[in-house]
């Protein structure tokens, strides 16, 4: 199974709500309504590729999983804390630290190529490495 459907499998597993919905200006977005429930919205029409879809659906899990969620009002300091640990979600599900060891073993080392590998973008490759 690819992990991109592991994904969406996660997040029905656990409840998530995955919807696709236009955002005008974002690709993607997660909340967490006042019972605890965690819904997605991804704009299918924003996303360019299926590793541009993955990364955005493991982030904003990351904010489900992880329960970082915060208001248009908190500081900025709040706010990254609250991505940072999405972020690190995402990148643990879709690039494990046994497959990214074994990838560089095999030679597989340039950001672009492990991209490819692991299915993602290169910026967020970039940020796991």
Do not use: Q
């Amino acid at each position: 199974m690819d992990r991109l459907n592991e994904l969406y499998d996660l997040a029905e597993a656990n409840g998530v709500n995955v919807i696709s919905y236009e955002l005008p200006k974002i690709k993607a977005v997660s909340i967490m309504d006042i019972d605890g429930s965690c819904y997605i919205g991804i704009d299918p029409f924003a996303l360019e590729t299926y590793s541009d879809e993955a990364v955005h659906l493991a982030h904003e899990l990351g904010h489900c999983m992880t329960g970082s969620f915060y208001n248009r009002y908190a500081a900025c300091d709040i706010i990254e804390k609250h991505e940072r640990r999405a972020e690190k979600w995402a990148i643990k599900k879709l690039i494990p630290k046994d497959e990214l060891d074994y990838a560089v073993e095999h030679g597989i080392v340039e950001p672009w190529d492990l991209a490819e590998y692991f299915n993602v973008t290169v910026p967020f490759m970039e940020k796991a490495v």
